[in-house]
């Protein structure tokens, strides 16, 4: 509509305490949600922290385990590899066929006593045949020619100590480790062979010392991969081959001890391993602590701290339900307790008959309107009406008729004002009030002109008015009050004089300062 515009919108009370209520009850729940987060991120950081640390732990004991495997083998073996040397370079010098039979045997049977590993001492001819041993008893038959360890120092020349795979013993049913060395006659051909067995059990004894799960395992292995002894002692996986392993195929190639974490080959279980390579002797060991012993402590920590999370996470939950339903209900209350009086307000500024705001109304917004035009430096129009000849009209039909009529007049005005901002009021009697914010004369008068064609389309009867139909007259004021002095007083004067014009003129017309003279009779 040519010369109205829409007001700026006015703070609302009840819509601002409902912000700020709202709020207040999120950042409630957002506090408490913080909190939460807060918890768990703290308690995810330590749980993370201690799974970290319990594989630190377990790879300083694994590295630990298999320094300390590797440097037994490697002291047990040294120990035989010593004997058999000096007693070798013996046995050459003097010649087999020389030999003093009684006197090795004492000296064989002493070494035994000596060293806790040896199973047994041994030398061989060059057809296999028992020469001399540290037993009391030679079984039959007397013959190891049949032996892997034999046949290789048979046909290589290398005096070399040879580490062979597990064997069972023939003097006594027992697992041994053969560690073997060739005999030479003086004109270097062979002679036979020197042998020195260590017991199995005796690494399985000392591997079953060590505090390791009952999934964790210690190996002793050969450099190709076969096993030699393995903790947990299981007889069917002694002379196995590792070479397929994780271990033997990607880590030893590339370092000669480390730390891996695999699945082992042997029975499918997940293992930290440490793993080390003998400096003299080519063997292997591998020590390894299951996966599941490994994390077990800290899932049961995981586990007690989980419920201890669920338990506080639920105390606050509670605790924060409890405050959220007070908050609530006191918003709740709050709420009607502004509409309770806001609905004393809208009464106490509420025309009871035409349901229009009342004189106390518009001395409460006129003041506020002409502050915010004159801080927008927009217009500000007011329309004073007036119902032609009411008195007449109470006369003819009674104070109920006119009562009636008000009503609806004040119910055609209502509908003829659109706007949200826009305020009609009954400003006393039979008169009327309408405040246009951001409204210039044009836009007011076309608004006069809707209002006093909706009361004419009424079309109640009046028999006291020339026209025979009750009309109103207006007066229109338009000012702006950035520009000039402007006070609810003079706006009210204005328009009233000017409606005062309208009705010399004639009545059923509106009249506003820069057409003073208009007129619009049916």
């Known amino acids: 509509m040519p010369g109205r515009k829409q007001p700026s919108p006015m703070g609302d009370e009840d819509a601002a305490k409902n912000v700020r209520g709202g709020t207040v009850f999120r950042l409630t729940v957002s506090f408490m949600l913080v909190v939460v987060l807060a918890f768990l991120a703290v308690e995810g950081w330590r749980m993370w922290r201690d ?32 004997l058999t040397g000096t007693l070798g370079e013996r046995v050459e010098g003097d010649g087999l066929q020389n030999i003093n039979v009684p006197r090795i045997h004492k000296l064989l049977v002493q070494q035994s006593k000596i060293m806790p590993q040896l199973h047994g001492l041994f030398i061989y001819g060059a057809d296999g045949q028992w020469i001399v041993t540290d037993k009391e008893t030679t079984p039959e038959p007397v013959n190891n020619a049949d032996r892997d360890y034999f046949q290789y120092h048979r046909t290589h020349e290398d005096k070399n100590v040879r580490i062979g795979e597990v064997v069972k013993s023939r003097s006594t049913n027992d697992l041994i480790i053969p560690i073997s060395r060739r005999l030479n006659n003086l004109d270097g051909s062979f002679a036979g062979v020197l042998l020195g067995t260590i017991k199995v059990s005796y690494f399985v004894d000392y591997y079953g010392d060590f505090k390791i799960d009952d999934k964790g395992a210690l190996v002793l292995a050969m450099r190709n991969g076969t096993i030699l002894v393995r903790r947990p002692f299981i007889a069917s996986v002694v002379g196995k081959s590792l070479a397929d392993s994780e271990i ?16 082992a080959v042997v029975d499918d279980t997940e293992r930290l391993y440490g793993y080390r390579a003998l400096t003299t002797y080519p063997l292997v060991v591998e020590a390894g602590l299951s996966r599941d012993s490994i994390i077990a402590p800290w899932r049961r920590d995981l586990l007690k701290t989980g419920w201890v999370l669920v338990v506080l996470i639920g105390v606050l939950a509670v605790f924060g339900l409890i405050v959220l339903s007070q908050l609530r209900q006191r918003m709740v209350t709050e709420r009607k307790l502004r509409r309770a009086h806001q609905a004393m307000r809208d009464m106490a500024l509420t025309d009871s008959l035409t349901g229009l705001g009342n004189r106390r109304r518009l001395d409460t917004a006129l003041p506020e309107q002409i502050r915010l035009a004159a801080r927008q430096g927009s217009t500000l129009s007011l329309i004073m009406l007036d119902v032609d000849y009411f008195k007449r009209y109470n006369d003819s039909y009674g104070h109920a008729a006119g009562d009636d009529c008000l009503g609806a007049v004040g119910t055609a ?11 009609a009021v009954r400003y006393g009697g039979e008169e009327f009030t309408v405040l246009l914010p951001n409204t210039d004369g044009a836009g007011a008068a076309q608004v006069a002109e809707e209002i006093l064609q909706a009361i004419r389309a009424l079309d109640i009867e009046h028999c006291a008015h020339p026209l025979g139909k009750v009309t109103a007259s207006a007066g229109i004021t338009t000012a702006r009050p950035s520009f000039e002095s402007v006070t609810p007083a003079s706006l009210i004067k204005a328009a009233d004089a000017l409606l005062y014009v309208a009705k010399q003129q004639g009545r059923n017309r509106w009249c506003c300062a820069n057409e003073p003279s208009a007129s619009h009779p049916l």
Request: charged share 25%; net charge positive; aromatic share 6%.
């Open 413 to 423: 005005i209502q509908q003829a004002v659109k706007r949200p901002g826009d305020l």
């Open 51 to 82: 799974y970290r640390s319990a594989f630190d732990s377990a790879r300083d004991s694994v590295t630990n385990l298999a320094r300390a495997t590797a440097q037994h083998a490697e002291d047990a073996i040294r120990q035989v590899d010593v």
């Open 248 to 263: 033997f195929k990607r880590y030893l190639p590339n370092a000669s001890q480390g730390i891996a974490e695999v699945k």
